[in-house]
Nanobody, 122 residues
Framework: QVQLLESGGGLVQPGGSLRLSCVAS????????MGWYRQAPGKQRELVAR???????NYADSVKGRFTISRDNAKNTVSLQMNSLIPEDTAVYYC????????????????WGQGTQVTVSS
């Protein structure tokens, strides 16, 4: 069974930094893209950052210049370095794997982690 496990959330003061990490485990052949999404109370889940297997990235406008996504394809891990955090970044952050295939012949599917809470507050 494939699992996506996030870590690194917590409470931080405005202007501070956090680094989120996610590892996909359980026997994986390939993941096309990995990304981070977030959901604040009363709001829809939104894309924060995404990175393809080839290293192409895209970011939400609200985090450009502050967040950096990176990925290790061999280890099936994705990280999100978050700097200059503001209260509006407070949310549950979810890791997502796009078109995950367990074997070369298997169909792909999207997988989500359970989420990690990030709270930015003084």
């Amino acid at each position: 069974q494939v699992q996506l496990l996030e870590s690194g959330g917590g409470l931080v003061q405005p202007g501070g930094s956090l680094r989120l990490s996610c590892v996909a485990s359980g026997g994986i052949f390939r993941i096309d893209a990995m990304g981070w999404y977030r959901q604040a109370p009363g709001k829809q889940r939104e894309l924060v950052a995404r990175i393809t297997s080839g290293g192409f990235t895209n970011y939400a406008d609200s985090v450009k210049g502050r967040f950096t996504i990176s990925r290790d394809n061999a280890k099936n891990t994705v990280s999100l370095q978050m700097n200059s955090l503001i209260p509006e970044d407070t949310a549950v952050y979810y890791c997502k794997a796009d078109n995950l295939r367990r074997w070369s012949w298997s169909a792909g599917y999207d997988a989500w982690g359970q989420g990690t809470q990030v709270t930015v507050s003084s």
